[in-house]
C-alpha cells in the first residue's frame, strides 16, 4: 500500500513537472503571434484606454442643457407706518442655448472619437508590423542556425581528418591550419545567428508579454507576387488618413461652434414674492446680446486648423500612394532574386557537396579546394535564406504601408 502511495506521487510529481514545462514554453505559428499582438501588445492596450478617454467628451458635448438651473432668495425685513412686515423673493431660471452649438460640440466630440479610433489602429499597425518582422527575423535566425550546425559538423570532421592526415605526414600543417580556422568561422557564426534569435525572441516575448520560452514554427518561404492596384486601393483607409480626415472634421466643428455663438442665449425664469403681505407671482425672460464676444477665436483658429489638416491630409495621400509603389517594387525585386538562386544556384549544391567529397578522398582535389568549394556552398545558401529573409520583410512592409496588416 504504501508503494503504490509512493508511485501515485511520484506520478503526479512527473506530470506537474511536465505541466510546468509546457506552460513555461510557447510554440508560435505567425498567425497565433499577430492574434496575441492584438490581445495583448501593451501600446495598443494604452491607445484602446486613451480612446475610453476620448468617448466621455461625447456625455458632456451630447448633454441638451449646458448650464444648471438657478435658485435665487432674498428675504429682508420692513418696518412702516402700519407695522413690521417680512418680505422675501424666490426666483427659479435657466437659461437655454442655440441647438446649433450642441450638434456642432457632438460634431466634434464624434470627430475625435474617430480620430482616437484611427490612432489606436495606427498603433496596431505599427505593433502587428514590429511582431511579424520579429517572427521572421526569428524563423530566420533558427533555419540559420541549422545550416550553421551541418557545416559546422562537416567543418569539424574535416579538422579531425586534417589532423589525422597531418600526424601520418600526408598534408602540411598549413591545411590543418586552414581547416581550423574554417571550423572557427563556422562556430562564430553560430553564435552570432544564436545572438540574432536572443535578440528577435526578446523582441516577441515584449510585444506579446510573455516569460517563458519561444518556440516558432513556420519556415521561410518565397511570396507570391501582390496586386498594385489593389493595395493602393486599401491603403487610402489607411489610419493615418482616417486621423488626419477627422481632425479636420473636428476643427470644422470647432469654427461651427464658434459661429454659434454670434447666436444670442436666452433664459426663462420664474419669481414668487412676498412684500408687505402681498403675494406676486412674476415671469421673466433674459436675452443675451452677443455684441462683444461672438466666438471669434474659436472660428479663426478651427478654420485655420482645418486648412491645415486638409493640406496634411492632401500631402499624406501622396506620401503613403509613393511609400505604396516603393515597397512594392522593392518586394518584386526580392521574389526576383529569390527565382534566381532558386532556379540556378540552389539545385546543384547538393550535388556539387557530394561530387566535392568524392573528389577529396580521390585525390583529385586538396584540402583548400574542398574548403573553399564548401564555403561557397554555405555562402550560397546563406544568400538564400537571407533573400528569403528580405522577402518576407519587404512583404510585411507592403503590406502595412498598404494598411492589410491589421
Do not use: W
Not at 183 to 210: D, Y
Amino acid at each position: 500500500m504504501r508503494m503504490r502511495s509512493r508511485a501515485v506521487a511520484l506520478c503526479a510529481a512527473v506530470c506537474v513537472q511536465t505541466g510546468v514545462a509546457n506552460a513555461q514554453q510557447r510554440t508560435l505559428t505567425l498567425a497565433d503571434v499577430l492574434a496575441r499582438a492584438r490581445e495583448q501588445a501593451p501600446q495598443i492596450a494604452s491607445a484602446r484606454l486613451a480612446l475610453e478617454e476620448t468617448r466621455g467628451r461625447l456625455i458632456g458635448a451630447s448633454l441638451r442643457f449646458q448650464s444648471n438651473p438657478e435658485l435665487d432668495a432674498d428675504f429682508g425685513s420692513r418696518r412702516g407706518p402700519d407695522g413690521r412686515f417680512t418680505d422675501f423673493e424666490v426666483g427659479l431660471g435657466q437659461t437655454f442655448e442655440p441647438g446649433s452649438r450642441r450638434s456642432a460640440r457632438t460634431a466634434g466630440a464624434h470627430a475625435a472619437i474617430a480620430q482616437g479610433a484611427a490612432n489606436v489602429d495606427e498603433t496596431l499597425r505599427a505593433v502587428l508590423r514590429a511582431a511579424a518582422s520579429a517572427y521572421v527575423r526569428g524563423l530566420h535566425a533558427e533555419e540559420r542556425i541549422r545550416l550553421l550546425n551541418t557545416h559546422e559538423q562537416l567543418a569539424a570532421s574535416v579538422h579531425s581528418a586534417a589532423a589525422r592526415r597531418f600526424k601520418a605526414g600526408d598534408i602540411a600543417i598549413l591545411d590543418v591550419n586552414i581547416a581550423r580556422a574554417t571550423l572557427a568561422r563556422v562556430r562564430a557564426e553560430r553564435e552570432g545567428a544564436e545572438a540574432i534569435r536572443t535578440l528577435a525572441m526578446g523582441e516577441l516575448r515584449q510585444l506579446l508579454q510573455l516569460d517563458g520560452d519561444i518556440r516558432l514554427e513556420g519556415t521561410l518561404t518565397a511570396g507570391t507576387d501582390g496586386d498594385l492596384t489593389a493595395l493602393l486601393r486599401s491603403a487610402e483607409q489607411r489610419p493615418e488618413l482616417r486621423a488626419l480626415e477627422a481632425g479636420a472634421q473636428e476643427a470644422e466643428a470647432e469654427a461651427r461652434l464658434g459661429r454659434a455663438f454670434a447666436k444670442p442665449d436666452f433664459g426663462l425664469g420664474v419669481r414668487y414674492a412676498r412684500e408687505e403681505g402681498d403675494d406676486i407671482v412674476l415671469g421673466g425672460l433674459t436675452v443675451s446680446l452677443p455684441l462683444f464676444s461672438k466666438g471669434q477665436e474659436l472660428q479663426a483658429t478651427g478654420a485655420a486648423r482645418a486648412r491645415r489638416l486638409r493640406a496634411e491630409l492632401e500631402a499624406a495621400r501622396g506620401r503613403v500612394r509613393v511609400e505604396v509603389r516603393s515597397a512594392f517594387e522593392a518586394y518584386s525585386r526580392r521574389l526576383a532574386a529569390i527565382r534566381i538562386l532558386e532556379a540556378e544556384a540552389i539545385p546543384g549544391l547538393d550535388e556539387n557537396e557530394t561530387l566535392t567529397t568524392q573528389s577529396f578522398e580521390a585525390g583529385q582535389i586538396g584540402l583548400p579546394e574542398l574548403l573553399l568549394i564548401r564555403r561557397e556552398t554555405l555562402d550560397t545558401r546563406s544568400q538564400y535564406l537571407d533573400s528569403l529573409l528580405e522577402a518576407a520583410l519587404a512583404r510585411i512592409d507592403l503590406d502595412s504601408s498598404a494598411g492589410i496588416l491589421r
